[in-house]
């Protein structure tokens, strides 16, 4: 357990509620500058995302023009020793595709197989929350990415796919689950949430008839051969919290709620929770702004998901969200979020690190990346890179957008 010895050694705060409550950003400890990896992705790149393959590899998924309106999704494996990033390939490349800086493709890496699922405008007339609605497609690859299958739609009861989440199970089959606005066209106002195993027939499974119209889902693996979802669901009231529902490989339990945070907006926040697990322990993170008080929240789990203890603050006073998190090996979970740094109506601000131990303790804010906080700086995402360290990408908002990514240290 050296690892933990040294992520907790730099200044851990012994702090079991959390944040700054006064509004301001507390002050950060210094820590060692996290180290760039020159990125494989081209100029104007976006939507980038980090995937783990089950060897422990990882992959980097991302969006790039390719001439006039032409977009392709691309990705990347990381080579740890050399600690770079091999050449790109190409899944799929499109004019008719969606594009957007919250609703970007999701990559799944299994033993024998990669599963790529991006988004096709659909004509006017569809049923989604938008004025024109889109779809998910997805392909398979068998030969690591050098060749992949004609694109198919993820479901075919549905014409509005949308934020869609993968999750390859412990038995070779891969979980899928969704936004879907098929419950529009029949007069309602709001997204569902929909899961079906890839490839296999049978309907789809309506996990919760009302969910918030566009913010992220995550997936994590269940220790017995399963799965836990995280969402933010919607009331009759419009109260917009997060909920959790486990699948146990065959079917899915009521979903139940996260945290009573009592968050109540008419429109969607755009801003998913995020879940990570090992094994028996499961970490959960999200943002919520009830009661007109932005926050980072945190839950941790040690039974696979199916109860959580005491919620935890995470964020300095100013945090915009967009948050995601890794466990290490001895249950620390390490999250990330977006925090604005000046006045309420500037866009400055920064990518943040903080660590949870077991024992409930947080370590100091660790400001990671500078960052822009309005929309094209996305959503940065983080993976374990080794006992010691992680993966970061994010896009820099810029003329033209890039996307960067960063070997950080924990110790």
Request: proline share 7%.
């Amino acid at each position: 357990m050296r690892h933990r010895a040294g992520l907790l050694g730099l200044g851990l705060a012994v702090l079991l509620a959390a944040g700054a409550t006064d509004g301001k950003p507390a002050p950060v400890h210094a820590w060692p500058a996290p180290h760039p990896v020159a990125s494989p992705a081209g100029t104007g790149a976006m939507g980038s995302a980090l995937t783990t393959g089950p060897d422990g590899a990882i992959y980097l998924s991302w969006l790039e023009p390719a001439g006039g309106e032409t977009w392709a999704l691309k990705f990347s494996r990381y080579d740890a020793t050399r600690r770079n990033w091999k050449t790109a390939r190409t899944v799929a490349q499109g004019s008719d595709w969606f594009i957007n800086w919250a609703d970007f493709p999701v990559l799944a890496v299994q033993e024998k197989q990669l599963t790529a699922v991006w988004f096709v405008n659909l004509p006017t007339g569809g049923h989604g929350h938008h004025d024109e609605s889109y779809r998910a497609l997805f392909s398979q690859s068998t030969d690591g990415g050098a060749t992949w299958s004609p694109p198919q739609p993820l479901t075919s009861e549905s014409n509005s796919v949308e934020f869609v989440a993968l999750q390859p199970l412990r038995d070779g089959r891969l979980l899928s689950a969704w936004l879907d606005g098929r419950n529009r066209a029949a007069g309602q106002d709001r997204q569902s949430l929909y899961a079906r195993i890839i490839g296999e027939p049978g309907p789809d499974t309506l996990v919760d008839d009302s969910v918030c119209d566009c913010c992220q889902l995550s997936l994590a693996p269940t220790p017995v051969d399963g799965a836990l979802l995280a969402y933010r669901n919607r009331t009759q009231n419009e109260v917009r919290d997060i909920h959790y529902a486990r699948y146990n490989g065959q079917q899915w339990d009521q979903p139940r709620e996260l945290n009573p945070d009592g968050w109540k907006i008419s429109g969607c926040p755009v801003n998913g929770p995020q879940l990570a697990a090992a094994g028996n322990l499961t970490g959960a993170v999200w943002f919520t702004a009830a009661d007109n008080q932005p926050r980072v929240l945190a839950k941790r789990s040690s039974d696979g998901g199916k109860s959580f203890g005491p919620v935890q603050r995470i964020d300095l006073g100013r945090p915009q969200g967009r948050v995601d998190s890794v466990l290490l090996a001895d249950g620390t979970l390490v999250m990330i979020w977006l925090e604005s740094t000046g006045a309420a109506a500037e866009t400055k601000g920064g990518i943040y690190l903080r660590a949870l131990t077991p024992e409930g303790r947080l370590s100091e804010p660790r400001l990671i990346v500078p960052s822009r906080t309005d929309h094209l700086s996305g959503f940065p995402r983080i993976a374990l890179a080794s006992a010691r360290s992680v993966l970061l990408t994010c896009t820099q908002d810029r003329e033209p957008t890039r996307i960067a990514t960063f070997l950080i240290d924990l110790e």
